[in-house]
Nanobody
Framework: QVEIVESGGGLVHPGGSLRLACGAAGSISSTYDMGWYRQAPGRERELVARVLSDGTADYGDSAKGRFTVSRDNAKNTLLLVMNSLNPEDTAVYYC?????????????WGRGTQVTVSL
């Protein structure tokens, strides 16, 4: 199985910055996607940023221009630098790793890290 652990969440003032880290370990395919997602109470889980196995990065609309995602394949880690945070960014941020095996999609999730943006 795959174990995913997120870290770096906390309380930050509006306009501030925060750095999240995700580490994965276990039986992982040589080609995989990794991404950050978030979910606020009463709202659907949404994409924040991800890096596909080919190295391309995708950002959710709310993250474009403010957040930067980077990936280290050798360490199976995914970093997210968040700038210009606002209260709407308050959510639990989850890291995900996915890959295909025998034609089926396998998706693994961490337990999440809380990000709170408040005065």
């Amino acid at each position: 199985q795959v174990e995913i652990v997120e870290s770096g969440g906390g309380l930050v003032h509006p306009g501030g910055s925060l750095r999240l880290a995700c580490g994965a370990a276990g039986s992982i395919s040589s080609t995989y996607d990794m991404g950050w997602y978030r979910q606020a109470p009463g709202r659907e889980r949404e994409l924040v940023a991800r890096v596909l196995s080919d190295g391309t990065a995708d950002y959710g609309d709310s993250a474009k221009g403010r957040f930067t995602v980077s990936r280290d394949n050798a360490k199976n880690t995914l970093l997210l630098v968040m700038n210009s945070l606002n209260p709407e960014d308050t959510a639990v941020y989850y890291c995900s790793l996915s890959y295909r095996r025998n034609g089926s999609l396998r998706v693994y999730w961490g337990r999440g890290t809380q990000v709170t943006v408040s005065l």
